[in-house]
């Protein structure tokens, strides 16, 4: 069994405590997710409490899209955000996904991996696909549209 992992770091210019809100409650991804522009008729449904522990959110879209459930399983604020990623489409998947917020000078790196192990079809997949590659640079937007989002906010 092969096991990947994907992360990318970006400094922002402001503290976690000002960050973090942004990570912890599904409906602020709205602002900054980097998918979020990819199928404008996505349907959203969101369940358990508003952020933090239990807070989930599930997504079903175009083919690009896929589907799938995020839910935040850990939170320690205002340092990191584990969430449990599962994709049921295109490819069923389960990849663990943190958020780290680590102060830096005068502001903050944060840091954002995913991993998963690629098994059946996904193992076929991942012979042809890297996943650095293929989610490598929606992280690095991701990042960077988080660090607008906190600019504008300040």
């Known amino acids: 069994m092969s096991t990947f ?7 922002i ?13 599904f409906r602020g991804w709205l602002n900054w997710s980097p998918w979020e ?7 959203r449904s969101y369940s358990g409490p508003v ?5 989930k959110y599930a997504w079903k879209g175009n083919g690009k899209a896929g589907a799938g459930t995020m839910e935040i399983v850990e939170a320690a604020e205002p340092s990191r955000i584990a969430l449990r990623l599962e994709f049921t489409k295109p490819m069923k998947a389960v990849n663990p996904t943190t958020f780290t917020f680590a102060p830096d000078g005068h502001g903050t790196t944060v840091t954002w991996t995913m991993t998963g192990e690629n098994k059946g079809i996904g193992r076929v997949f991942a012979l042809f696909i890297n996943m650095d590659k293929l989610v490598g640079g929606d992280f690095e937007k991701g990042l960077a549209q988080l660090a607008a989002v906190v600019a504008a906010q300040r």
């Not at 992992?5 to 400094?11: L, Q, T």
């Not at 522009?37 to 349907?43: F, T």
């Open 5 to 11: 992992s994907v992360s990318r770091s970006a400094f």
């Open 13 to 25: 210019p402001a503290p976690a405590e000002d960050i973090y809100p942004h990570v912890i409650g």
């Open 37 to 43: 522009g990819i199928d404008p008729s996505m349907q």
């Open 51 to 55: 952020e933090g522990v239990g807070a």
